[in-house]
């Protein structure tokens, strides 16, 4: 009589114990994805405010921030979170893309119409390049070594070379280009026209026009997925994808 009753308190402790468990680590895995922490950009003297775009270059662990205002982009080490450089840019910082083939910082300056390149071993600026009106994305094709810059006020993409850091094609596309992707598969660059409602396709080898492609009512911007060889763009106004 005894054994039973020991048996049967036995049962309710070990779902206890269980939902004890199952708490305990739930509160880990919680607790692993917490803040870990903040970095003030701004400082006594100088800053970026208004923070909007960033760049990780995984060669030396750092982490770059523009920002819309401030005309500098900071350098912080990815590991400590120390600042390591503020560089001066251009004003009005829109977007960052790193090159991991040499290592530099392309950054775009909407209201100068310029991109700025950073050497990422020394965080120093290596060159300003004048591109389109309003410079709006970025993206950089590995297998041609280029940057693409979508020039939101002139309507065009302007295409960088970066063994020389000359602009070397302009590519007309549909009104106000804010978004651009890399198709690593077919090598081509997507174009997202705003107010045109297409997707622009851009050959990574001839910089010439390929095609057009309808998208939603106002695409707001696009992403690649390399697995399935496809692209997937939002659409504001149409709440659509």
Not at 77 to 91: H, S
Not at 160 to 172: K, L
Request: proline fraction near 4%; charged fraction near 15%.
């Amino acid at each position: 009589m005894i054994e039973t009753v020991l048996s049967a308190d036995r049962r309710p402790c070990r779902r206890k114990a269980a939902v004890l468990i199952s708490a305990i680590l739930l509160c880990s895995l919680l607790g692993a994805q917490s803040l870990e922490t903040t970095l003030y950009l701004p400082d006594s003297l100088v800053g970026t405010t208004s923070p909007n775009c960033l760049a990780w270059d995984s060669i030396d662990n750092t982490v770059y921030v523009g920002g819309h205002y401030g005309a500098r982009v900071i350098a912080f080490n990815a590991a400590t979170g120390a600042r390591l450089a503020v560089i001066p840019v251009g004003e009005g910082t829109r977007a960052l893309c790193w090159n991991r083939i040499n290592n530099r910082v392309y950054v775009a300056n909407t209201f100068d119409s310029t991109v700025t390149v950073i050497d990422c071993a020394t965080n120093t600026v290596l060159q300003t390049i004048l591109c389109g009106d309003g410079p709006q994305a970025l993206c950089w094709n590995p297998i041609r070594n280029k940057v693409y810059v979508a020039n939101r006020n002139s309507d065009n993409v302007t295409v960088i070379s970066c063994i020389t850091n000359t602009v070397v094609a302009t590519v007309a596309v549909g009104d106000l280009p804010v978004a651009l992707a890399y198709n690593s598969v077919n090598d081509r660059v997507y174009c997202v026209a705003q107010t045109d409602d297409s997707v622009y396709v851009i050959n990574g080898s001839t910089n010439n026009l390929d095609a057009r492609i309808a998208a939603g009512d106002y695409p707001y911007d696009i992403c690649y997925n390399p697995t399935n060889n496809r692209l997937y763009v939002p659409a504001f106004n149409d709440d659509t994808l």
